[in-house]
């Protein structure tokens, strides 16, 4: 490790060119949506990938998120319907990797989602099967199984162990149908190292609970949700990064 | 009323164009989003619609969605949420409305909506104050109260009162914020009569309980699901006509 | 030949909608480049196109043309170059196909165009040679020989004979370089029948002269220009057809 | 002056994320088109741009041109024309600036451009009057007068003076009329420093004639073309600058 944090333009050109991207498509990025969570390093390993650049196309842990909506659609719910709203909501994001990089493996409780690629081509990494306990849970569709995985992929280094329960694959491309990951299936998703573009994708999803320092202090709709982070990271340490990035 | 219904060439015209209005936007329309219940014209007395067609920027109840997810969000729930999964669920779907055309005044007791502009500028109606029963439903945030409405608004004939309620105003344009519609709001939108494009917004919502004729069939993620109708119009016409479109 | 003209509605419903197309693609149609020779009908008998809609499939030469710019860039030029500026200049056009049509064969005695693919698949039919006197002309590169036709091309009742010099076919897509047709060489092209979307391709040229209705009484840049028209159509209908569209 | 070079990592980075940005809006961006003389730095006192970095906003001339063609348009051409053929032919590009920056005052002899704004705003300055030899050249247009600069607009440090006589400005906009500039008039445009997004602009243009490092052993279409150079920069420091740049 010789990086032990990015540094203020390094992250803001980061951001800046990414800002006009998700424009140049169209994605509604509004000033508010630019903070210093939006740029996220999954761990103290992984700022190492400033060190040659983010067009480098080394395989890191290192990724963008705009979001144009969190929203706990509880108003106007039943009462009764408290205890289960946090499984529900509306988020929108887009999520802007460059070559290389990776959304690393991790899995939602309570989160769906739902990938609509704008810009590249999404490598996307599951395990067909969920997380959960039999009998506990509710079942309508499976997740579809994919295909093995393509040769050579480049994962990031000391984090191998995460990927390995994903034996799934898929190529998503722009103008597919939409592809849903539904909570409890674990996930992971890079842009191909020889992309001439950042991956842009849109997901639109449930409630996204995630306790990130830009958010702290914001309202919750019900007093469970306060610090409710809906995340599990394969590898611990990615778990931490996501929260706070560290830029001087 | 001189029209009983639309023709196969109008039809089939009015969805191609807009097919290809879509996939310029880069919404993912995929053949299969395409069928007999994209466009929708709501009531009998709306074919008249198609007497001048759907450039003469007349006022009537007519629209078009294609729709890229209606996806339940009922796997991995607790088993014991089965009773409010009804409210939860993700939609995603593309609206395109010609000049002077509306979507009808009406409420969702369960889906909670959010709205972004693609191509043109939407006038939105809405009534501030939910449709609640006073302590039985959750309460977090609150609509804005938006603008009086413009001058001159055009409705469509003997629909007005319809409207009445929806005293709310707001234009909404290609990169602001999404804009929220909670449930149990009323609410109706149009595109400008004298725009040189359709309107092109995005939707996405909770899950969307429509039995169209070409959702017929379609399995339920739970048996209170089968048959269950979300949108409630307040003029009784519009009802019968958003289920089916007469094509000959 | 069942029809004579198209009607009023129907060719402001074609303009509209290639003018909502153009602009979601990002062309800079502005109000005063829409006019009734925009939609191009290539002689009395490709009227028929309208009899079953442009969305048949049909082979007819029919096309739409907006055209941002026709700058003759006489200014600024030594006044001994006046004799040869009507085969320099500069043009910029958007051309809009629905499927199954063409732009018919024909060649430009002055001007060379290249093409940019937006949206669809462009196919090109063209002859290597071009028509010129041995040694009265400049020759520096030669038009690269493309490959055969593709199998059951339907061609436009009647207009095969035109066709038939064209040899050479070469099939374009979004992203694909810019392809040069240089003067004096005939070509054609159509959109693929089964395409989704109108082709829409974007044409730089220099000058183009063509003596159009809308373009009557045009000041022009120098005396010999007055009245120029620089288009070769094979087959002699698609001649008249190009300067007049019957409207009723 | 601090810096004498831009680095290799700087370079790249700044022309990965103009291709992303250039392809995102479908300008068809190929690899060939992309080489070291893509990034443009007008002058050795111009690579302090680097020192803060491009999105600093200081005013500096710095730019990026993908060409997507230059075509002499020389085939086919009467023999006589060959004199005068250096001042037609049909080039198309791209040019990106982040937000501050300029690209330089200068004229062209020959060229002759029109600009179409893509996305952001672009700032542009010139001087209404020619520089021709009267009765010398021909004249059928003038280029409209313009507007007084707007106040407070940061110019490149050492640079003011040659801007002096760009008395004219123009505010251009996506959607606007493409905008003429014809051969030897003055002008110099700018990406507003307050841009969320670097300007992007569509050129086209008569040939660009410009000996740059990377067109080094080119064919030309005439013998006189050889190491032409049709750029006349007001600042002398801008001229070198152009046709290289320094990466290491």
């Not at 203020?8 to 169209?26: C, F, K, M, P, T």
Request: proline fraction near 10%; aromatic fraction near 10%.
């Amino acid at each position: 490790m010789t990086r032990t944090h990015v540094t203020r333009r390094e992250y803001d050109e980061w951001i800046n060119e990414a800002v006009s991207l998700g424009l140049a498509l169209r994605y509604p990025v509004t000033p508010s949506m630019v903070n210093d969570n939006a740029g996220i390093i999954f761990g103290d390993d992984q700022y190492d990938a400033f060190e040659r650049g983010l067009w480098s196309s080394e395989p890191y842990e290192v990724m963008l998120i705009f979001q144009a909506l969190n929203e706990p659609t509880v108003d106007g719910l039943p009462a009764a319907a408290a205890d289960y709203a946090e499984y529900a909501g509306l988020c929108d994001k887009v999520m802007i990797l460059h070559p290389g990089k990776f959304c690393p493996a991790h899995l939602h409780t309570r989160k769906t989602e739902a990938y609509e690629v704008v810009l590249g081509e999404m490598e996307l990494f599951y395990k067909p099967e969920p997380h959960v306990v039999e009998g506990e849970e509710l079942q309508f569709q499976s997740l579809p199984l994919g295909e093995p995985w393509p040769e050579g992929v480049a994962l990031p280094a000391g984090r191998a162990e995460a990927y390995a329960p994903l034996t799934s694959f898929k190529r998503l491309l722009p103008g597919d149908p939409k592809f849903v990951m539904p909570r409890k299936h674990l996930h992971a998703f890079r842009c191909p190292p020889d992309s001439r573009t950042p991956l842009v994708v849109r997901e639109i999803s449930t409630y996204s609970h995630e306790p990130t320092e830009s958010a702290a202090g914001d309202p919750v709709p019900l007093p469970g949700w306060a610090g409710l982070h809906d995340n599990t990271f394969m590898a611990e340490a990615a778990d931490s990064g996501r929260l706070v990035t560290r830029i001087q």
